[in-house]
């Protein structure tokens, strides 16, 4: 099993609908990441979580909520879908302890239309 | 404010070939720094990184990249390229281990050549 998993791989949605992308790890770290990566912009922090009663938002977090239902689950919502949030999500994970550096999900990519 | 410039958009290189990708950061204390792969509808995996000590860090997949300081650059090198290693590449700064995040670079896509 790969130690961050993101589900689903690909959604095509309407505008107006909401949409739940699912994000799990069995890496044991507390911190977890939401990103998107569009074309030309690399990736850009929409949430972030350091443990399950903490959550914070990230740079472009308008029109994103966030739910940390354990320190393995981290779930990022779109409560209504507009097309400009098409775009590749990836969820991330980390430990400070072990060095840092991200461990990332295989992406969501996600289709507005 | 923390930044990351990679300032070549798309590389090609022939296979064999060495190879140098560009990375500068804007920070004003010593910076967290790491360079990132990403293989077609891949995740980003961990090439290497730099903390503290040695400037020229090794990596997986036979990367090394060398921090300059006085230069504010983290430049991804490979002597020989492969043609597995046409993908993109990301580098990315944090102000410390302890902080709310990286910022990454938009990223060079690499191409390799027979």
């Known amino acids: 099993d790969a130690d961050v998993t993101q589900t689903p791989r690909n959604r095509i949605t309407k505008t107006g609908k909401r949409i739940m992308l699912e994000c799990s790890q069995t890496?044991?770290?507390?911190?977890m990441y939401w990103y998107r990566q569009d074309p030309g912009l690399g990736l850009r922090l929409i949430y972030y979580?350091?443990?399950?009663?903490?959550?914070n938002k990230g740079e472009i977090s308008d029109g994103y909520s966030v739910s940390r239902q354990a320190q393995a689950k981290f779930s990022l919502s779109l409560e209504s879908a507009i097309p400009n949030q098409t775009a590749l999500y990836f969820c991330?994970?980390?430990?400070?302890?072990?060095?840092?550096?991200?461990?990332f999900g295989s992406g969501t990519r996600l289709t507005v239309v | 404010a923390q930044s990351v410039t990679q300032p070549d958009i798309h590389i090609t290189v022939s296979e064999g070939a060495s190879l140098e990708l560009r990375c500068n950061y804007s920070?004003?204390?010593?910076?967290?720094l790491f360079w990132y792969v990403q293989s077609p509808g891949q995740g980003l995996q961990l090439l290497l990184k730099?903390?503290?000590?040695?400037?020229l860090v090794q990596g997986i997949k036979g990367f090394e990249a060398e921090f300059k300081r006085s230069q504010s650059s983290f430049n991804l090198r490979k002597p020989s390229v492969h043609w597995s290693d046409a993908a993109e590449y990301f580098c990315?700064?944090?102000?410390?281990?302890?902080?709310?995040?990286?910022?990454f670079g938009t990223g060079t896509s690499l191409t390799v050549i027979p």
């Open positions: 979580s350091f443990d399950v009663k903490d959550i």
């Open positions: 890496k044991g770290h507390d911190r």
């Open positions: 920070y004003g204390a010593t910076p967290y």
């Open positions: 730099y903390f503290s000590g040695d400037t």
């Open positions: 991330a994970t980390s430990d400070p302890g072990t060095g840092g550096g991200y461990t």
């Open positions: 990315a700064v944090g102000a410390s281990l302890s902080g709310n995040q990286f910022y």
